[in-house]
């Protein structure tokens, strides 16, 4: 990260500045808040998925999770399109665009929302035994289970609070430009997810911090507005990311075998 | 016996008779246990004393119903019909939550164990200390080390690393020692030295001869003869489901052992004879 942070402080001029900085930070907020609660789920060995339909369906269903999480995503996408008819939803009331575009603390409410996310969740994980069995539940379910752990519903907790953040993530998201679009936030949990992996948290659960998501969300981040900053065509953008996710995927499921 | 209207003196001939009977019953009793699943029968009627201070050798070749027994222990199944007597009390073990709470501890054959969670956190895993709520690391990491110590569990190099990268004999041993934790008065362990070396078996053999040491019961299920008998004090065989034999570890010798497991016995009763 310092080598990517240094190589665009070189090459572009505006890149180490105050303002393109706290851009940056604030563009990060909404992905890092998915990122970090998705950090729990996958922590807790239920990659993927937020909310308690899809935590129901792949703990009690047995349905596997990518597969839910793909299904649900597609339904809530087609319901979302049949209620708006597919236009833009204006917001009219003024109230609607405080939390999106005010400023708390120094910081626009989003990043200091996230902060507040963050904080949170490593407080879960590091100090309190639900984090505990969080990790217990991706590292061994079988083991977990016998030591008296319920993992169905540590998992299914997990998903909860992911679902919960993913939703305020999204109302500010929405309440950032005071419109609602159907479509909108496309692309925005492949970069959630980037962050979570490239930052090392691993898709078999039981690995993981929230401190490598953020890392990893800064990574993300960092690289496209680098990219913005160099007018690298957009699409060579999606293409490195791609590359990114499956190259850090590929680390991490060789370093197991090893 | 005459009736006594006296209450203390009641109370006197009753704790003066469970003290005589502490001396003479054996920690765990088992009478009379069947387990059936559909129509296959796997317990037929099965008894087995386990004595506190000793280590008792279950045997038995495959299929002959020792999982399934020692589950019916452990609280994981639940016996159709017989009785079993804690300290000689009657009692009704309904799932693992009771069974800790008499202080019946299992350390089952695929190690129980969170790879990703260090020796502290496996050993406290469902049952974490806390101060004020949150998790109290400091306390737990003291107790876990007094607990590894005391059993001279002694070669793991840091107690707060993750169980992945311990031996197979490490491994087992802090499996073994999260059983002791809590106090227990019964350790049941599951082909405990299955797939360990050498000298890893020897650390395990001797673990258990500690907490036999300390006065706890172990029942231990083993296919390998050479372990039985450097360890146990007592050995009990099934044979399809049938408790074929039990008695004490001097009474039998390797083909004795070997005669039950496979046939029941029934040559041997002949030549006994």
Redesign the interface.
């Known amino acids: 990260m310092l080598i990517v942070f240094s190589y665009l402080s070189f090459v572009s001029p505006v890149f180490f500045t105050s303002r393109n900085l706290l851009n940056v930070l604030d563009q990060s907020a909404i992905v890092g808040m998915i990122a970090v609660a998705g950090t729990m789920v996958l922590i807790a060995g239920g990659l993927g998925g937020f909310g308690l339909v899809n935590g129901l369906a792949s703990t009690k269903g047995r349905v596997n999770s990518i597969i839910t999480t793909l299904a649900s995503g597609i339904i809530i996408r087609g319901l979302a399109l049949v209620l708006t008819g597919g236009a833009l939803v204006r917001v009219l009331d003024p109230n609607f665009a405080v939390p999106g575009q005010g400023v708390m603390l120094g910081v626009t409410t989003q990043v200091a929302i996230f902060a507040f996310v963050v904080a949170a969740a490593w407080f879960l994980l590091a100090?309190?035994?639900f984090?505990?069995y969080v990790?217990?539940s991706?590292?061994?379910p079988?083991?977990?289970r016998?030591?008296?752990?319920q993992v169905d519903r540590v998992r299914i907790i997990t998903f909860v609070v992911s679902g919960l953040v993913a939703a305020t993530a999204g109302v500010l998201s929405a309440s950032r430009v005071a419109t609602g679009q159907a479509d909108a936030g496309m692309g925005l949990e492949i970069n959630a997810i980037a962050a979570i992996l490239i930052g090392g948290t691993s898709i078999s659960g039981?690995?993981g911090a929230v401190w490598r998501t953020v890392f990893g969300l800064f990574l993300v981040v960092l690289v496209g507005n680098g990219f913005n900053l160099l007018d690298v065509n957009p699409i060579w953008q999606q293409v490195f990311q791609g590359a990114v996710i499956l190259g850090a995927v590929a680390l991490d499921s060789w370093s197991k075998r090893r | 016996m005459p009736p006594c209207n006296v209450r203390g003196g009641i109370f006197f001939l009753g704790s003066k008779m469970t003290k005589m009977a502490q001396v003479a019953e054996p920690l765990l009793k088992v009478r009379g246990v069947d387990k059936h699943f559909g129509a296959v029968q796997a317990l037929y009627g099965v008894d087995l004393d386990l004595p506190a201070g000793k280590v008792t050798a279950l045997c038995g070749d495959n299929g002959a119903g020792k999982s399934v027994f020692t589950k019916c222990i452990s609280g994981v199944y639940q016996p159709d019909h017989g009785e079993v007597f804690w300290d000689g009390q009657p009692v009704h073990i309904h799932n693992t939550r009771d069974a800790s709470r008499l202080g019946i501890e299992t350390v089952y054959q695929d190690l129980a164990l969170c790879d990703n969670l260090d020796i502290v956190q496996n050993m406290f895993l469902g049952r974490e200390r806390l101060s004020r709520y949150l998790l109290d690391e400091d306390d737990m990491e003291r107790a876990a080390a007094e607990t590894l110590a005391s059993l001279k569990v002694t070669t793991v190099r840091s107690i707060r690393q993750p169980v992945a990268s311990l031996s197979g004999g490490q491994r087992q041993s802090v499996a073994i020692s999260k059983a002791v934790m809590w106090n227990s008065k019964l350790v049941i362990m599951d082909e405990p030295t299955a797939a360990l070396g050498v000298v890893q078996t020897r650390q395990v053999l001797d673990l258990m001869k500690r907490l036999r040491d300390r006065g706890l019961a172990v029942m231990v299920i083993s296919h390998n003869l050479n372990d039985v008998f450097e360890v146990a004090d007592r050995i009990a065989i099934l044979y399809l489901g049938r408790m074929v034999i039990q008695d004490d570890a001097s009474k039998f010798d390797r083909q004795r052992v070997v005669e039950y497991m496979t046939t029941g016995g029934k040559g041997m009763k002949a030549a006994a004879n």
């Open positions: 100090r309190t035994t984090g505990r990790y217990a991706g590292g061994n079988e083991a977990a016998l030591s008296g752990v039981g690995e």
